[in-house]
C-alpha cells in the first residue's frame, strides 16, 4: 500500500512540474566593473571609484527566488568586496561580502563572483562596497520583484521609481576615514547629501543636479527609498504629500500613511505616492535631512528634488508655478522617531506570516555606545579628553582579522584569528542611560564571536549607553532577518519590558536603530551557518570597532550545513 511518505513526495513532484512559480525562476545574470572616474559635484571634480562608471550604481534586479549571478572585476587600485544589504544568504555566507568576515578581499585585477539566490524576500534592499569606506560611491538599489505570478498585497503601483539617498565629500571618503583613525578625532563631515546622486538647489553650484521626478495626476507611483548615506539617519518629506508605507527591508508591513519618512543607513522603504487629482498649481520639494543626536559635529544640511506634475496644457512656464517646500521634524526629534517606528507591524497574514520565535533559546544583553581608546605614546590626539574615539559593544572594540573568520571557521583554523568568548552581557553593569555614567570611558579590544547551535532562536537586548552621549545607532545584522519585539527609553528592565513584546506581528528587519538613550530587543532562528557580522551602520561607528560576529554551526541534515567556499574565493 502507498504509505503517506510516498504520497506526500509524489504530491511534492506534482507542485514541482506543475506550479508556474518554479518554472519561472530564472538566473539573472550582472557584471560589475570596478572602475575610477572623475565626478564633479558641488563645482568640485574629484576621482571616485564606482561600478560601470555609473553613480550612484547599476541596479540589479531579480524576482524572488531567481538566482543571481555577479561577476565582480576589480580595476582600482583599492581592495574590494561587495555586499548584498538584506539578503539572506541561505547556506551561501561565502557570498556575504564583509571584508575579512566572510571574505578575503578582490584585490586589483582579481575577479570573484557572488552567487546567490533570492529565498523568501520580496520588496527593495540595496548593495555596497564593505570594506573600509568604499561605499560612499560603491552602492546601487537591488530590487526584488514578486514571482512572475504572484502580486502586491496592494494596489498595483502605475509606475516605480528609486529613490536612493547617499552622502557625498568633496574630497576622497577613503582620506577622511584614514585621517580620522590616525589622530583618533571625529571624521570631517559630508558637503551634502544625494538623492540619485544629485545634491539638488539648496547647495552652491548645484541646482543643475537636481533630481527631477515628473509625474502624472491621478496616479499611484511606488517609491523604492533606499538610505546608502555612511553616517546619518534621514527625514524625508514631499511638500504638501503624503505617502502610504507598505514595505520595509523587503518585508511588507501593515500600510499606514505618513507625511514623514525615518530612514536610518540600511533601512529600505516601499512607499505608495497617490498624486494629486488634477494637474497642480505648485510643484513639490521633496527633502530630505538628518535626524541626529550624537554629540559631535554632523553634516546638517539638506538634498532637495522635485516632485513635478507634467503640465496638461502644455504652456505656462513652470516658473508660475508656486515652489512648496515640506516641513521636516526637528533635527533631534527622538519622540517623533519613536512614534513613527511604533506604527510598523508585519502583515502576519497566512500568505506572508511573521514566523516570530515563540519561545527563546539563548538570551542576550548588548551594551551599544561609544568610548575610548588609549593615544599611542608618541602622538597627540584628538579623541575625547586626548584619546582616540573608539565604539563597542559589550565593551569590546572588534579588531578585524588579517584572514577570514568564515574561511578560519569552516577549515578549523580558528587559532590566532578569533576567539569565541564573546561576552553574552555587559562585563560591569552600570546605569547604562543615566547622566553619571562611568568616568572610565576606555574599551577593550578583540576578534570574538559569539557561537550559536544550528536552530537557535536567540534574544539579544542591545542597550545604548551614554558614556559619551546617549546616541541612536542602526544597527544591521548579516545573513538573517529578524523581529523588533519591544523598545522604550532608559534601561532595559528584565522584569518589566518582556511582559509587553509584541510576539504577533512585530516589525521584521535587517537593520533598526537602537533608540538615542534607550533600548530595543530583537529575536531571530540562526537557521542559517555561517559567520556573520552584526555592526553599526554608521560607518564612523563601524571603523571604531562597533561590530561583532555570530558563529551558526552547521545543523546534522545536508541541507543544513554551509557548502565549501567556491574556486575563485579571493584569498588574503
Ligand atoms: C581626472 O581628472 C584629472 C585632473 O583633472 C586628470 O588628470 C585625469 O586625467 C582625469 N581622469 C579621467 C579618467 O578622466
Ligand atoms: C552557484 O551556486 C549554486 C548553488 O550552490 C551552484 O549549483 C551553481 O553551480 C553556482 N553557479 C556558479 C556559476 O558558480
Ligand atoms: C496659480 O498660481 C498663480 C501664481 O501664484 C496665481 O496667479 C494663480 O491665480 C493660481 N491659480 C490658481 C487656480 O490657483
Ligand atoms: C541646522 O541648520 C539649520 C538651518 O538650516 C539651523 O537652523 C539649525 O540650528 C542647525 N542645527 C544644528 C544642530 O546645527
Ligand atoms: C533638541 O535641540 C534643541 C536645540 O538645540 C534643544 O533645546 C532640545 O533640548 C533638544 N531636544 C532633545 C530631545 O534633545
Ligand atoms: C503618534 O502621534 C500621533 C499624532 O501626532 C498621535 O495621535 C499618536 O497617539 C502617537 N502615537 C504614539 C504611539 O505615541
Ligand atoms: C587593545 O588591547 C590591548 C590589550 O589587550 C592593548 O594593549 C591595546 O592598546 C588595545 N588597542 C587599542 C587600540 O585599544
Ligand atoms: C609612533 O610610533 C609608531 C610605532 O610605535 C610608528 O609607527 C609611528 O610612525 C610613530 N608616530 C609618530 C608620529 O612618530
Ligand atoms: C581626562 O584625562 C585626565 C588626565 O588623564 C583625567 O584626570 C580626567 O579625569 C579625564 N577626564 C575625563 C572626563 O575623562
Ligand atoms: C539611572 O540614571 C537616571 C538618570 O540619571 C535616573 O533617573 C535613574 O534613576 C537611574 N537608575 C538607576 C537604577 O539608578
Ligand atoms: C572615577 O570613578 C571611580 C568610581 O566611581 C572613582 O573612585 C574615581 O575617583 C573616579 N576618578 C576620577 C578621575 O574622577
Ligand atoms: C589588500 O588585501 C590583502 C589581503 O588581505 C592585503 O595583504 C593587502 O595589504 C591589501 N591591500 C591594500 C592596498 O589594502
Ligand atoms: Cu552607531
Given at each position: 500500500m502507498g504509505s503517506p511518505s510516498m504520497a506526500s513526495l509524489l504530491c511534492s513532484f506534482c507542485l514541482l512540474f506543475l506550479l508556474p512559480e518554479f518554472a519561472f525562476c530564472k538566473t539573472r545574470h550582472y557584471t560589475f566593473n570596478i572602475v575610477s572616474q572623475n565626478m564633479t559635484r558641488l563645482c568640485t571634480t574629484k576621482s571616485i571609484v564606482s561600478v560601470n562608471g555609473r553613480f550612484p550604481g547599476p541596479r540589479l534586479v531579480a524576482r524572488e527566488g531567481d538566482q543571481v549571478l555577479v561577476k565582480v572585476v576589480n580595476h582600482v587600485s583599492h581592495n574590494i568586496t561587495l555586499h548584498w544589504h538584506g539578503v539572506r544568504q541561505l547556506r551561501s555566507g561565502w557570498f556575504d561580502g564583509p571584508a575579512y568576515i566572510t571574505q578575503c578581499p578582490i584585490q586589483t585585477g582579481q575577479t570573484y563572483t557572488y552567487n546567490f539566490t533570492i529565498t523568501g524576500q520580496r520588496g527593495t534592499l540595496f548593495w555596497h562596497a564593505h570594506i573600509s569606506w568604499l561605499r560612499a560611491t560603491l552602492h546601487g538599489p537591488l530590487i526584488i520583484l514578486p514571482r512572475r505570478n504572484e502580486s502586491y498585497p496592494f494596489e498595483k503601483p502605475y509606475k516605480e521609481v528609486t529613490v536612493i539617498f547617499g552622502e557625498w565629500w568633496n574630497v576622497d571618503p577613503e582620506a577622511v576615514i584614514n585621517q580620522a583613525l590616525q589622530t583618533g578625532a571625529g571624521p570631517n563631515v559630508s558637503d551634502a547629501y544625494t538623492i540619485n546622486g544629485f545634491p539638488g538647489p539648496l547647495y552652491n553650484c548645484s541646482s543643475k543636479d537636481t533630481f527631477r521626478l515628473k509625474v502624472k495626476p491621478g496616479k499611484t507611483y511606488m517609491l523604492r527609498l533606499i538610505n546608502a548615506a555612511m553616517n546619518d539617519e534621514l527625514f524625508f518629506s514631499i511638500a504638501d504629500h503624503t505617502v502610504t508605507v507598505v514595505g520595509s527591508d523587503a518585508v511588507y508591513v501593515k500600510p499606514f500613511t505618513t507625511d514623514m519618512i525615518l530612514m536610518t543607513p540600511g533601512q529600505t522603504k516601499n512607499v505608495l505616492l497617490k498624486t494629486k487629482p488634477f494637474f497642480p498649481n505648485a510643484t513639490f520639494f521633496m527633502m530630505a535631512r538628518p535626524y541626529f543626536t550624537g554629540q559631535g559635529t554632523f553634516d546638517n544640511s539638506t538634498v532637495a528634488g522635485i516632485l513635478e506634475y507634467s503640465n496638461p496644457h502644455n504652456h505656462s512656464s513652470v516658473n508660475k508655478l508656486l515652489l512648496l517646500k515640506p516641513i521636516l521634524p526637528p533635527i533631534n526629534a527622538t519622540a517623533i522617531v519613536a512614534n513613527y517606528t511604533s506604527r510598523f507591524r508585519s502583515l502576519a497574514t497566512a500568505e506572508f506570516p511573521a514566523n516570530v520565535p515563540q519561545t527563546v533559546d539563548k538570551h542576550f544583553f548588548f551594551t551599544v555606545g561609544l568610548g575610548s581608546s588609549p593615544c599611542p605614546g608618541n602622538m597627540t590626539c584628538q579623541g575625547p579628553n586626548g584619546t582616540k574615539f573608539a565604539s563597542s559593544v559589550n565593551n569590546v572594540s572588534f579588531n578585524l582579522p588579517s584572514t577570514a573568520m568564515l574561511q578560519a571557521h569552516f577549515f578549523g583554523q580558528s587559532n590566532g584569528v578569533y576567539?569565541?568568548?564573546?561576552?553574552?552581557?555587559?562585563p560591569f553593569p552600570f546605569n547604562y542611560t543615566g547622566s553619571s555614567p562611568p568616568n572610565n570611558t576606555a574599551v577593550s579590544n578583540g576578534t570574538k564571536a559569539v557561537v550559536l547551535p544550528f536552530n537557535s532562536s536567540v534574544e539579544l537586548v542591545m542597550q545604548d549607553t551614554t558614556i559619551l552621549g546617549a546616541e541612536s545607532h542602526p544597527l544591521h545584522l548579516h545573513g538573517f532577518n529578524f523581529f523588533v519585539v519591544g523598545e522604550g527609553f532608559g534601561n532595559f528592565d528584565l522584569k518589566k519590558d518582556p511582559g509587553k513584546?509584541?510576539?504577533?506581528d512585530p516589525m521584521e528587519r535587517n537593520t533598526v536603530g537602537i533608540p538615542s538613550g534607550g533600548w530595543v530587543a530583537i529575536r531571530f532562528l540562526a537557521d542559517n551557518p555561517g559567520v556573520w557580522l552584526m555592526h553599526c551602520h554608521f560607518d564612523v561607528h563601524t571603523s571604531w570597532g562597533l561590530r561583532m560576529a555570530w558563529i551558526v554551526l552547521d545543523g546534522p541534515h545536508p541541507n543544513q550545513k554551509l557548502p565549501p567556499p567556491p574556486p575563485d574565493l579571493p584569498k588574503c
Open positions: 576567539t569565541t568568548d564573546f561576552p553574552t552581557k555587559p513584546f509584541n510576539l504577533v
